[in-house]
């Protein structure tokens, strides 16, 4: 730039100047932050719990098939995997022979057996599968009585020996081991850690020894916390069926804590769709 150019007289160069010094100071006087507006959930994110869940699934290239019911379950092509949110969605002689049907053939059924009141579920009685209840806060409370205060500040200045912050330690010490449930898979999947909820547990009198009976199927593997029993599997001939005590792990609220999201790819990850 040559300043002795007519074009460019002291003058201009000033106000040039001035101008620039201005904006800087406007820039530098501005402060810039970042802010995060917090939205409800959208009404079709209200009415299906299963919403995120669904989109993950679909991220995962695995389509999503609405079954709507189980009346039309002969009707569903392509579909690989069937989640039953309740047990007593089979409520028939007729609806059980469909889905036994269905299974035998290779397919691979997910169902929630959560009711409080499970005599009327014939899938359940069908595998001789059992819903306990179990009263968590007296227990909770018996635990508590149990463990001298004594006892918890030695762990806790023990882990802080450890190398442990504070709030680590205190982090560990309020987080109870029973919640978690180890589903245990081959190769390189190794084993998932699960937040079953342990007020529901699962029971088969073949895992307890108690009263078997030899003309029902056997589970093939299940999965517990030391509350109990949360997932249960059965061979169905070709098929597979898996009970969980707790389908709260994959709605909206949970689907992201621990390996949820990781548990339901895996347990659908064969050929075909995934239908609710």
């Known amino acids: 730039m040559n300043l002795s150019s007519p074009h460019?007289?002291?003058?201009?160069?000033?106000?040039?100047?001035?101008?620039?010094?201005?904006a800087w100071?406007?820039?530098?006087?501005?402060?810039?932050?970042?802010?995060?507006?917090?939205?409800?959930?959208s009404r079709e994110a209200t009415r299906n719990p299963y919403l995120a869940a669904q989109q993950f699934m679909k991220r995962?290239?695995?389509?999503?098939?609405?079954?709507?019911?189980?009346?039309?379950?002969?009707t569903l092509e392509g579909v690989g995997t069937l989640f039953i949110g309740e047990a007593n969605q089979v409520q028939s002689p007729r609806q059980l022979k469909q889905v036994l049907s269905w299974l035998e053939s290779g397919g691979h059924i997910i169902v929630a057996a959560n009711s409080v009141a499970h005599d009327?579920?014939?899938?359940?009685?069908?595998?001789?599968?059992?819903?306990?209840?179990?009263?968590?806060?007296?227990e909770q409370e018996n635990e508590n009585e149990e463990q001298p205060l004594s006892e918890t500040l030695r762990e806790y200045n023990r882990q802080?020996?450890?190398?442990?912050?504070?709030?680590?330690?205190?982090a560990s010490l309020n987080d109870k081991e029973e919640t978690l449930t180890l589903v245990e898979f081959s190769g390189d999947i190794?084993?998932?850690?699960?937040?079953?909820?342990?007020?529901?547990?699962?029971?088969?009198?073949?895992?307890?020894?108690?009263?078997y009976?030899?003309?029902?199927?056997?589970?093939?593997?299940?999965?517990?916390?030391?509350?109990?029993i949360h997932l249960m599997q059965f061979d169905v001939g070709n098929?597979?069926?898996?009970?969980?005590?707790?389908?709260?792990?994959?709605?909206?609220?949970?689907?992201e804590d621990r390996d949820h999201a990781y548990l339901l790819w895996n347990l659908s990850s064969i050929d075909g769709s995934f239908a609710v």
């Open 8 to 22: 460019f007289s002291p003058k201009t160069v000033l106000g040039v100047t001035f101008i620039a010094l201005v």
């Open 120 to 138: 009327d579920d014939l899938l359940l009685q069908e595998f001789d599968v059992k819903v306990n209840w179990r009263d968590v806060e007296d």
């Open 160 to 170: 802080i020996e450890q190398g442990k912050t504070r709030e680590q330690a205190t």
């Open 60 to 74: 995962s290239d695995i389509d999503i098939v609405d079954a709507d019911s189980l009346i039309k379950l002969d």
């Open 213 to 228: 009976d030899t003309d029902k199927a056997q589970p093939t593997s299940w999965s517990y916390s030391d509350a109990g």
């Open 239 to 255: 098929g597979l069926l898996t009970f969980i005590s707790d389908p709260g792990i994959w709605t909206s609220y949970h689907i």
């Open 25 to 41: 100071a406007l820039y530098v006087s501005i402060e810039f932050y970042d802010e995060t507006v917090t939205s409800s959930w």
């Open 190 to 211: 190794g084993d998932l850690e699960i937040e079953f909820d342990v007020s529901k547990v699962l029971t088969h009198p073949y895992i307890s020894g108690s009263g």
